[in-house]
């Protein structure tokens, strides 16, 4: 066997060989101190002297590192709990540990927190008990404070094109912003947030806090509604550095013609009936039953008429099918008979059908007018 013997480099005692550390691995200063020198100045808890947690009053969210994060909403002794536990560090060397943290509530806002543990250390059984004083700090967070201070970066007006929203359209714009910034809201992200919603006669106005969320927003009213985005930006104010802040309104102006609207393109086809708005307008030729689509893009408008809307239709009576480009049904105004042009969608067997007059005549409409919602 080796002739070396170890000696501790403290006290100078021998000491049992120790295995070599693996391969890469380098021996801690302290490996090779005897036990009792070992032991001497060794900690097995690392605690600190006392915790604070500053919790938001309003919300529950907690300060945590240099920011507030949400915990949901939880006892406050809980939240102790796991931020003394965060806390606590338990030495490197010590196996089999076992620990337990029991609090004791001295008054609304302060804890004891009695932490045990045990563990086992070069073959050595060891306990060490720490008390951890926790005091609760209750404060309003950034968020909260923001929100209570009316806080917004940037508006959402819902606007339309030469016309003033519909109920249904606002509110369908509210709830778009509202699931918008509440699926950030569940993603953690705590600068998400609408500081309000006001419905004024013009169409709704949203206050958001943050410019690239308006611009999120105002980007789904879009592709649900179809239209335009305009943006201005205002100055606001100069931040501490001197930096220019600016606030953003972005103005979803929805289009002038939606699904059910008739208008007459003045191409010399006759009138459209509106079937979707969303990127191109498109819609069904009343003259032939035809598909229509406009050739403008996105936001732009063809140059129109407009005659009316499905809910102007009125059943009336078929008096004959002249032929395959002709009919003839009673006027609902005037009860004449009045021969006019044949849609392929008319049915020739029906007794009466629905009919839209305007200033371009009388018009059949289909039967069922209008696409459903959300698809295209
Ligand atoms: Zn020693
Ligand atoms: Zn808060």
Same mark, same amino acid.
């Given at each position: 066997?080796?002739?070396?013997?170890?000696?501790?480099?403290?006290?100078?005692?021998?000491?049992?060989?120790?295995?070599?550390?693996?391969?890469?691995?380098?021996?801690?200063?302290?490996?090779?101190?005897?036990?009792?020198?070992?032991?001497?100045?060794?900690?097995?808890?690392?605690?600190?002297?006392?915790?604070?947690?500053?919790?938001?009053?309003?919300?529950?969210?907690?300060?945590?590192?240099?920011?507030?994060?949400?915990?949901?909403?939880?006892?406050?002794?809980?939240?102790?709990?796991?931020?003394?536990?965060?806390?606590?560090?338990?030495?490197?060397?010590?196996?089999?540990?076992?620990?337990?943290?029991?609090?004791?509530?001295?008054?609304?806002?302060?804890?004891?927190?009695?932490?045990?543990?045990?563990?086992?250390?070069?073959?050595?059984?060891?306990?060490?008990?720490?008390?951890?004083?926790?005091?609760?700090?209750?404060?309003?967070?950034?968020?909260?404070?923001?929100?209570?201070?009316?806080?917004?970066?940037?508006?959402?007006?819902?606007?339309?094109?030469?016309?003033?929203?519909?109920?249904?359209?606002?509110?369908?714009?509210?709830?778009?912003?509202?699931?918008?910034?509440?699926?950030?809201?569940?993603?953690?992200?705590?600068?998400?947030?609408?500081?309000?919603?006001?419905?004024?006669?013009?169409?709704?106005?949203?206050?958001?806090?943050?410019?690239?969320?308006?611009?999120?927003?105002?980007?789904?009213?879009?592709?649900?509604?179809?239209?335009?985005?305009?943006?201005?930006?205002?100055?606001?104010?100069?931040?501490?550095?001197?930096? =220019?802040?600016?606030?953003? *309104?972005? @103005?979803?102006?929805?289009?002038?013609?939606? /699904?059910?609207? #008739?208008? !007459? &393109? $003045?191409?010399?086809?006759?009138?459209?009936?509106?079937?979707?708005?969303?990127?191109?307008?498109?819609?069904?030729?009343?003259?032939?039953?035809?598909?229509?689509?406009?050739?403008?893009?996105?936001?732009?408008?063809?140059?129109?008429?407009?005659?009316?809307?499905? =809910?102007?239709?009125?059943? *009336?009576? @078929?008096?004959?099918?002249?032929?395959?480009? /002709?009919?003839? #049904?009673? !006027? &609902? $105004?005037?009860?004449?008979?009045?021969?006019?042009?044949?849609?392929?969608?008319?049915?020739?067997?029906?007794?009466?059908?629905?009919?839209?007059?305007?200033?371009?005549?009388?018009?059949?409409?289909?039967?069922?007018?209008?696409?459903?919602?959300?698809?295209?």
């Amino acid at each position: 066997m080796s002739e070396s013997r170890d000696f501790c480099p403290r006290c100078g005692d021998p000491v049992p060989e120790r295995p070599e550390p693996l391969p890469g691995m380098p021996r801690e200063r302290d490996d090779v101190l005897c036990d009792s020198c070992y032991f001497e100045d060794f900690d097995l808890v690392d605690a600190p002297d006392e915790v604070q947690v500053r919790v938001c009053a309003q919300c529950g969210a907690i300060h945590r590192g240099n920011r507030w994060v949400d915990v949901g909403a939880r006892d406050y002794t809980d939240i102790a709990i796991e931020e003394v536990s965060n806390s606590l560090g338990v030495h490197l060397n010590a196996e089999e540990v076992r620990w337990g943290v029991e609090p004791e509530q001295v008054d609304q806002n302060n804890i004891r927190m009695h932490c045990h543990f045990s563990g086992v250390v070069r073959g050595t059984p060891l306990e060490e008990s720490v008390v951890v004083p926790v005091s609760i700090a209750r404060e309003t967070c950034q968020r909260c404070g923001r929100i209570a201070g009316g806080y917004f970066a940037s508006l959402v007006q819902v606007r339309a094109d030469d016309r003033t929203p519909t109920t249904e359209e606002a509110e369908t714009a509210i709830e778009i912003a509202e699931s918008y910034i509440a699926e950030r809201e569940d993603k953690g992200d705590r600068n998400a947030f609408i500081t309000e919603v006001n419905r004024t006669p013009d169409g709704p106005n949203i206050k958001i806090s943050t410019n690239q969320m308006g611009s999120g927003v105002a980007k789904q009213i879009r592709e649900r509604f179809g239209g335009t985005i305009e943006e201005h930006p205002t100055l606001v104010t100069e931040d501490g550095d001197g930096n =220019e802040v600016y606030r953003v *309104t972005f @103005v979803a102006r929805l289009p002038r013609y939606t /699904a059910g609207d #008739v208008i !007459d &393109p $003045e191409d010399g086809d006759g009138p459209v009936l509106v079937r979707s708005n969303r990127g191109r307008l498109k819609g069904t030729r009343l003259t032939s039953g035809d598909p229509y689509e406009s050739e403008f893009e996105e936001g732009e408008r063809p140059e129109a008429e407009d005659l009316g809307s499905v =809910e102007d239709a009125e059943e *009336t009576t @078929v008096v004959t099918v002249e032929d395959e480009h /002709a009919v003839q #049904v009673l !006027d &609902p $105004e005037t009860y004449e008979a009045k021969t006019i042009p044949r849609p392929d969608y008319f049915d020739p067997d029906a007794a009466m059908v629905p009919v839209l007059k305007s200033r371009s005549g009388l018009h059949i409409l289909p039967e069922e007018v209008v696409e459903g919602e959300g698809e295209e």
